[in-house]
T-cell receptor
C-alpha cells in the first residue's frame, strides 16, 4: 500500500516555465488537496477536490490549475512559474472531508 | 477569517511533559486535528477532537474545549525524537465547507 505518491521530489524551474506536479493515491479516498508550505509557516490550501470531476479553489489558488479525472490522480499545474511560487508542495488525501489527511512526501520547487 | 494561534517555538527537557496550546475562532467549528512534522518531512496525523474532553493515545493526549475555542496537545515522557513541528488544524463547516485550516505550527526542541 503506497499511500500518497508525489513526483518529482525536487524541481528547479526558470521564471515563465510551466510544469505539472503529480499526485496519486491508492486508498480510494474521495478528498484530495494541494498545499504549499513556506519556511516557518503552516500549510496553505491551493486547490482541493471532493471527488472525481469536482475541484474547487482554496486560500491561494492564483497561478495554479488542477483537474481530477480519476479518483486516484490529482495533478497540480503551474501555468507560468514565478519566484513567489518557490515552496514545498504537499498533496494530501482523506476518505472524506473532516477526516485525517494522509500526506505525500512533498515536492521541493525552486523558481529562478 | 479563522485565525488559528499557537506558539512559534517551545523547548523542553527529555523525560519531561510539555503542553502545546492552540486557540481558534469558534464560529462554525467542526473538528480539530493535530499533526506532527519532522524537519524536511511530511506531516503525519496525531489526533482528532470533535467533542469536549481529553483523547489519549499512549504518550500523546489532546484536549478540546469547544466553548472556549481552545485545544492543547500534551506530550509525556519526552524523547529526543519528539523534536518536530506540531501543527494544529481546524475544520469549519460553514465558510470552508469542512476543509482544514492550519496554524503556523509550534517547533518543539527536546534537549538532553
Amino acid at each position: 500500500n503506497a499511500g500518497v505518491t508525489q513526483t518529482p521530489k525536487f524541481q528547479v524551474l526558470k521564471t515563465g516555465q510551466s510544469m505539472t506536479l503529480q499526485c496519486a493515491q491508492d486508498m480510494n479516498h474521495e478528498y484530495m488537496s494541494w498545499y504549499r508550505q513556506d519556511p516557518g509557516m503552516g500549510l496553505r490550501l491551493i486547490h482541493y477536490s471532493v471527488g472525481a470531476g469536482i475541484t474547487d479553489q482554496g486560500e491561494v489558488p492564483n497561478g495554479y490549475n488542477v483537474s481530477r479525472s480519476t479518483t486516484e490522480d490529482f495533478p497540480l499545474r503551474l501555468l507560468s512559474a514565478a519566484p513567489s511560487q518557490t515552496s514545498v508542495y504537499f498533496c494530501a488525501s482523506s476518505l472524506r472531508l473532516n477526516q485525517p489527511q494522509h500526506f505525500g512526501d512533498g515536492t521541493r520547487l525552486s523558481i529562478l | 477569517g479563522q485565525n488559528i494561534d499557537q506558539p512559534t517555538e517551545m523547548t523542553a527537557t527529555e523525560g519531561a511533559i510539555v503542553q502545546i496550546n492552540c486557540t481558534y475562532q469558534t464560529s462554525g467549528f467542526n473538528g480539530l486535528f493535530w499533526y506532527q512534522q519532522h524537519a524536511g518531512e511530511a506531516p503525519t496525523f496525531l489526533s482528532y477532537n470533535v467533542l469536549d474532553g481529553l483523547e489519549e493515545k499512549g504518550r500523546f493526549s489532546s484536549f478540546l474545549s469547544r466553548s472556549k475555542g481552545y485545544s492543547y496537545l500534551l506530550l509525556k515522557e519526552l524523547q529526543m525524537k519528539d523534536s518536530a513541528s506540531y501543527l494544529c488544524a481546524v475544520s469549519y463547516y460553514n465558510t470552508n465547507a469542512g476543509k482544514s485550516t492550519f496554524g503556523d505550527g509550534t517547533t518543539l526542541t527536546v534537549k538532553p
